[in-house]
């Protein structure tokens, strides 16, 4: 089975601050990673996508991929309050499928 | 406007009755994906396409049908021998990349589904 884990959180950071979001997976064959951002009740919109080691900015927002060790993080500076939601890692694990983790809900507080 | 859409909104349905999702896209994408997700969870890939008139099984198929019968629709049937249906239920589309292995999916807005 292939997996893909998250800390469900929350994770809790003043405004301001820089948020730090993690994944795993399990899957060492994994060429492509995703970051959605999900608020309640809504639908996951794209934050990044990263395919190589090493980090990706955009913006607020850096992706930064290890795949020896099977590793890829969300890093958000300058926090806002607008920044709370479930953030989602997505794989791709071959053959345009997804794996997704649960989702790590980020708390900003002004 | 480019986009995906899906109807209805808000879907509620009584035991045993089947009920058929609509996802429609306007992006000339030609893979297509029906997810579903609970509470607390992750999404979970029910059916996909990659090309009209094709469909494979996700990971959790059971109890759910879909066609392709055009490019931009990508209806998803919840049949009465789904015995949990009660979820939101979303549909992605992804443009075409260098490999398979680097398609980005983009999804619509979700229809919730619930069991009377």
């Known amino acids: 089975q292939k997996e893909v884990e998250q800390n469900s959180g929350p994770l809790s950071v003043p405004e301001g601050a820089i948020a730090s979001l993690n994944c795993t997976y399990s899957?060492?064959?994994?060429?492509?990673f995703f970051w959605y951002r999900q608020y309640s009740g809504k639908s996951p919109e794209l934050i990044m996508s990263?395919?190589?080691?090493g980090d990706k900015e955009d913006g607020r927002f850096t992706a930064q991929l290890n795949k020896a060790s099977q590793y890829v993080s969300l890093l958000i500076r300058d926090s806002q309050p607008s920044d709370s939601a479930t953030y989602l890692c997505?794989?791709?694990?071959?053959?345009?499928?997804?794996?997704f983790g649960t989702g790590t809900r980020l708390l900003v507080s002004p | 406007d480019g986009g995906i859409t899906q109807s209805p909104k808000y879907l509620f349905r009584k035991e045993g009755q089947n009920v058929t999702l609509s996802c429609e896209q306007n992006l000339n994408h030609d893979a297509m994906y029906w997810y579903r997700q609970d509470p607390g969870q992750g999404l979970r890939l029910i059916y996909y396409?990659?090309?009209?008139?094709?469909?494979q099984k996700g990971d959790i198929a059971e109890g759910y049908s879909v066609s392709r019968e055009k490019k931009e629709s990508f209806p998803l049937t919840v049949t009465s021998a789904q015995k949990n249906p009660t979820a939101f239920y979303l549909c992605?589309?992804?443009?075409?990349?260098?490999?398979?292995?680097?398609?980005?999916?983009?999804f619509g807005p979700g229809t919730r589904l619930t069991v009377l």
């Open positions: 992605a589309s992804s443009i075409p990349g260098q490999s398979s292995s680097t398609d980005t999916q983009y």
């Open positions: 899957d060492r064959g994994s060429q492509s």
């Open positions: 990263i395919y190589s080691n």
């Open positions: 396409s990659q090309i009209v008139n094709d469909f």
């Open positions: 997505a794989v791709n694990t071959g053959f345009q499928k997804l794996v």
